[in-house]
């Protein structure tokens, strides 16, 4: 599992409530992704970071916010869920000398009513 | 040109086949081609990956072909177990970048 955890593992939560995920590594990578799964559409990328404080868009970005504060922590914010971010949420980390191999967490259920 | 298209959206084989799950891509400046497997409610798992200056690899029952002027590679499973059935995502990705592109994924079922 590349030494990354996902917090809280299940959520169900109501329209227009803000919610935090949070993914947490303990081997200091620089490079963190955040990524949805939804049926037909496979994985795909909703922010990444390649440093503390700096973090780009994905193809997926609107309605989320990421951030950053310390290598080992990458929170992924729903300012007001909708229930079309009902989704299972994946966090990785990149590895390698060209930072190619990416690890993945166990992932985050959200259930948005 | 971002896209990475993969094929079937789901298989069935009999145990003891050959599985084939295949991808094409247009960006030719993708030089990285991971394969993950993903069994239900767990993350996806790196299961192989080749680089464009090789076109075949092989990892036990695992072999990925990779056809660069056709821009498609292939995940070949031998012997398919009942224990290989799960979802396959092929990936592909450009060094500069440090991102993946992924495809829609493929549901595989290996009958006993």
């Known amino acids: 599992d590349a030494g990354i955890t996902q917090s809280p593992r299940h959520k169900v939560t109501e329209t227009g409530t803000p919610v935090t995920l949070r993914c947490h590594q303990t081997e200091n990578h620089r490079y963190m992704y955040w990524y949805r799964q939804d049926p037909g559409h496979g994985l795909r990328l909703i922010h990444y970071?390649?440093?503390?404080?700096?973090?780009d868009k994905g193809e997926v970005s609107d309605g989320y916010s990421v951030s950053r504060s310390k290598t080992e922590d990458f929170l992924l914010t729903l300012e007001s869920a909708t229930s079309s971010q009902t989704s299972v949420y994946f966090c990785a980390i990149s590895v390698g000398t060209r930072q190619n191999t990416q690890y993945f967490g166990p992932g985050t259920r959200l259930t948005v009513l | 040109q971002q896209q990475v298209k993969q094929s079937p959206q789901s298989l069935i084989v009999q145990k003891g086949g050959i599985s084939i799950i295949n991808c094409a891509y247009e960006?030719?400046?993708?030089?990285?081609f991971p394969w993950y497997q993903q069994f239900p409610g767990k993350g996806p798992a790196l299961l192989i990956a080749i680089r464009p200056d090789v076109s075949e690899k092989k990892e036990g029952r695992f072999t990925i072909s990779f056809n660069k002027s056709a821009k498609q590679f292939s995940l070949h499973i031998m012997d398919s177990q009942p224990g290989d059935s799960a979802t396959y995502f092929c990936?592909?990705?450009?060094?500069?970048?440090?991102?993946?592109?992924f495809g829609t994924g493929t549901r595989l079922k290996v009958l006993a």
């Open positions: 990936a592909a990705s450009h060094s500069g970048t440090y991102k993946y592109i």
């Open positions: 970071s390649y440093g503390v404080k700096d973090t």
């Open positions: 960006n030719t400046a993708f030089d990285y």
